[in-house]
């Protein structure tokens, strides 16, 4: 999709949106959120604080957002890096994707573990316009179109996809596998730290083929 087609109202909603994102990715890589105001982002993006709060009835809304656009992300690269064929491949790119922006952006990757370690209930997940999608990825062909999304459907809908292909066993406790795929998931850039975050995609990759070689001799 053209992004000049959209209304211009959808493209400025959605590069305010993205500002005030890039607002706070930038100040995140060396600082915790709790200690970046919101007039800071309002300032940087060039808005007034009654505007961010349009956007994010809270300010820990604006992390919800980031977590939404890394999902349509993460779910971009497993789709077009396992050649669409989905189950174990499209996991395996999922977590290379997340280990490439885990190197580049390590504090940031660490706020957003610590966000939803906090968090009390499941973060309520908006749907992300095509406006948004197309602003945020332009080089990502399609991005508009694809599902939303969660880490845990993203997961679960390739293990059962491993499974109809035999790459996983029919009697796998696709539960437990999701459960140690997560702890793997969130564990490894904390245990490893900012110091070794360039370590975290061979270690997320030795980590799978642990849990897949498991899985099989069970």
């Known amino acids: 999709m053209d992004i000049g087609k959209l209304s211009l109202r959808e493209r400025k909603f959605a590069r305010t949106k993205l500002a005030l994102l890039n607002a706070a990715v930038a100040r995140m890589m060396d600082r915790s959120y709790e200690a970046i105001s919101v ?27 980031f977590v939404e656009l890394w999902a349509i992300d993460v779910a ?11 189950g174990l491949a ?10 490439v922006r885990a190197s580049t952006r390590p504090r940031v990757m660490n706020e957003i573990i610590a966000f939803i370690a906090r ?4 973060a309520a997940f908006k749907t992300v316009s095509a406006a948004e999608r197309l602003m945020a990825y332009p080089d990502l062909e399609q991005v508009e179109s694809l599902p939303d999304e969660t880490f845990d459907s993203l997961v679960n809908r390739n293990l059962e996809i491993a499974v109809r292909k035999g790459e996983l066993p029919a009697t796998a406790d696709l539960e437990q ?36 070689k498991g899985i099989r001799s069970s």
């Not at 968090?119 to 499941?122: A, D, I």
């Open 76 to 86: 971009w690269h497993g789709r077009h890096d396992s050649d669409g064929a989905g």
């Open 39 to 65: 007039r800071e982002l309002c300032d940087e993006a060039m808005v007034s604080e009654a505007t961010f709060f349009n956007y994010f009835p809270k300010k820990s809304d604006l992390l919800v957002y």
């Open 90 to 99: 499209a996991i395996e790119a999922i977590y290379n994707r997340t280990a």
């Open 177 to 212: 596998t999701r459960v140690l795929l997560q702890s793997v998931f969130f564990g490894v850039p904390l245990v490893l730290g900012i110091g070794r975050a360039g370590e975290v995609g061979t270690t997320y990759r030795n980590m799978l083929n642990l849990i897949w």
């Open 119 to 122: 968090e009390q209930e499941e």
